[in-house]
């Protein structure tokens, strides 16, 4: 088998999702109660959500069967390739092995559709008629839009709306699979009109646009809410990425002494490094998982341990993650898909115990590695994804100083082919960096609710 692109069989493809509860030494606080500061339960969450997706959410079983129609669709495109990026590590004259999981293979161009697929096929079984979401750049949006096709569901998607003009032919997707694209903030929702009112030229952010979708599902009987991360079974469902990766790097007889993920809400991050984690707590394995977000909008690595609204109108349940706050307003950068002011319980979990580590860059930097690994690779990545090309190149880089030879995993979760006027910004020296001020960061966490 080449080491250029190590693939897997159908029939090795994982019939199981890892469910990283089952082996966390500690586990997150439990979800509140909004309105009462009391541990959510089903209850609170069967308005939005299907009771298959609820046990998910609190389960602690190591081991959930995948159901084989969720198999079949996952088929289309899994196992994905995992490949060496030898030309990369020509470039930066290192000793290092690269390794990147390609998600950008699937019909959407991401990792999304991995737990896209599994909630539109659970809200099917439950009679659900509808699905409302919010997306950022576009591709959780996609990746739904497309689920909902496959189980004749219907779809409104509530985009961002710096990303909804930055990223128009994601918008051009989701209509070819039936979805509805909205503007967030709009005018459809109460929580819409209300940000509107208080700033007409809202950029808009994942918090604002998550409210509208809860309300929109909340104000239904035929509709629910999904959510493309941060929640528990997104974490459980995008596992197969890790799980095909040990098998793949098996087969060279590797094991990477770095896993790397962009990190946003999470799913991402935990897709390809829970399955990593389970060895690093069970087993002793002297993996380094490091979840790499924009300096812009840095939750795990200056955000707050706290309580917070997982959206702006405070719909949701208090989650016990890092937070920037729910108020906190990211600049318009062109990682839309790390525009969020929260992160997954989980991840927020293992990393404030240590088990993961977290890094922040800026986009030029991350731009600048972006075109680099395109010119080596010939693959043109998301420019969420080139977080973690970044963090890949300073290992390599830092592998070269010490002169060791380090193996390296990245996720590139998604293409960049209709991320091309985020290219465009920076080739013609448009782009810029927003570091977060000290002011802008102390006035949101004075906002976060007292529990």
């Known amino acids: ?67 084989e129609e969720v198999r079949e669709i996952y088929k289309l495109w899994r196992p994905s390739p995992l490949c060496r990026a030898r030309r990369l590590e020509k470039a930066l004259d290192t000793p290092a092995k690269i390794y990147y999981k390609y998600e950008g293979v699937s019909p959407a161009g991401s ?54 003009h930055q990223k128009p032919y994601r918008r051009s997707v989701m209509q070819i699979f039936g979805a509805d694209c909205i503007a967030s903030p709009s005018n459809l929702t109460n929580s819409g009109r209300q940000i509107l009112e208080k700033d007409p030229e809202s950029l808009g952010s994942l918090g604002i646009a998550i409210s509208e979708a809860v309300e929109d599902a909340a104000g239904r009987d035929d509709t629910n809410y999904a959510l493309g991360s941060v929640l528990n079974h997104v974490a459980l469902h995008q596992s197969v990425l890790g799980l095909e990766a040990k098998e793949q790097l098996a087969k060279v007889d590797a094991y990477p002494d770095v896993v790397i993920a962009c990190c946003g809400g999470g799913s991402n991050f935990a897709g390809i490094a829970f399955p990593f984690a389970h060895d690093k707590i069970v087993s002793g394995a002297k993996v380094r998982l490091v979840a790499v977000e924009p300096s812009s909008c840095p939750t795990l690595t200056r955000g707050h341990y706290a309580y917070d609204f997982g959206d702006v109108a405070g719909f949701t349940p208090l989650l016990w993650m890092y937070t920037l706050g ?90 960049g082919l209709l991320d091309l006027p985020s290219y465009d910004a920076y080739l013609s020296g448009k782009l810029e960096d927003y570091p977060l001020p000290e002011e802008n960061l102390k006035r949101a966490l004075e906002q976060l609710p007292e529990v």
């Open 111 to 164: 990792h999304k559709l991995n737990t896209a697929v599994a909630q539109a096929y659970y809200n099917k079984e439950a009679g659900i008629k509808r699905l409302a979401t919010e997306t950022g750049a576009g591709q959780w949006g996609v990746a739904l839009s497309q689920a909902c096709n496959f189980f004749g569901l219907e779809c409104t998607v509530y985009m961002v709306k710096v990303s909804y």
């Open 1 to 67: 088998m080449s080491e250029t692109k190590i693939l897997l069989s159908e029939k090795e493809m994982p019939t199981k999702w890892y469910n990283i509860q089952a082996d966390m030494p500690n586990l997150p606080k439990p979800p509140l109660n909004p309105a009462t500061k009391q541990p959510a339960g089903p209850g609170d969450l069967s308005p939005i959500f299907p009771m298959a997706l609820i046990l998910q959410e609190v389960s602690q079983e190591r081991w959930i069967e995948i159901p």
């Open 326 to 415: 729910k108020d906190f307003m990211p600049p318009g950068i062109h990682a839309g898909g790390l525009r969020y002011h929260g992160d997954s319980p989980l991840v927020s979990q293992i990393v404030h115990d240590g088990i993961a580590e977290a890094r922040a860059y800026g986009q030029t930097a991350v731009f600048e590695s972006a075109v680099l690994f395109a010119k080596s690779e010939g693959v043109v990545p998301a420019p969420e994804s080139s977080h973690a090309i970044h963090h890949a190149v300073v290992e390599a880089i830092a592998a070269k100083e010490a002169g060791e030879a380090r193996t390296i995993l990245f996720n590139l979760s998604g293409h």
